[in-house]
Nanobody, 120 residues
Framework: QVQLVESGGGLVQPGGSLRLSCAAS????????MGWYRQAPGKQRELVAG???????NYADSVKGRFTISRDNAKNTVYLQMNSLKPEDTAIYYC??????????????WGQGTQVTVSS
């Protein structure tokens, strides 16, 4: 069994910051790309940021310069530092990772989601 567990969401005022964490655990052989997605009410889920094993990153245009994705391979954890938050960043944020389990099967796994609300 492989699990992704997110933490760090909450309520923040516009202009504020939050840091999301997502830890992978279970029968893991190796982890490949990791990323963060978000889904706002009435909208489709969209990619926010992604990071490869080697540390290459990509971002949605809407968050470039404000959000930073990083990972700690020793801890099987990916982070999303969110600065200068705007009300339009309000959404449920989901962690995603491509993981090869101990049985050498590779799948995409999702976390349960964490709510981020930006409001005064």
């Amino acid at each position: 069994q492989v699990q992704l567990v997110e933490s760090g969401g909450g309520l923040v005022q516009p202009g504020g910051s939050l840091r999301l964490s997502c830890a992978a655990s279970g029968s893991i052989f190796s982890i490949y790309a990791m990323g963060w997605y978000r889904q706002a009410p009435g909208k489709q889920r969209e990619l926010v940021a992604g990071i490869t094993v080697g540390g290459s990153t990509n971002y949605a245009d809407s968050v470039k310069g404000r959000f930073t994705i990083s990972r700690d391979n020793a801890k099987n954890t990916v982070y999303l530092q969110m600065n200068s938050l705007k009300p339009e960043d309000t959404a449920i944020y989901y962690c995603n990772a491509d993981i090869r389990n101990s049985g050498l099967l590779k799948n995409a796994y999702w976390g349960q989601g964490t709510q981020v609300t930006v409001s005064s």
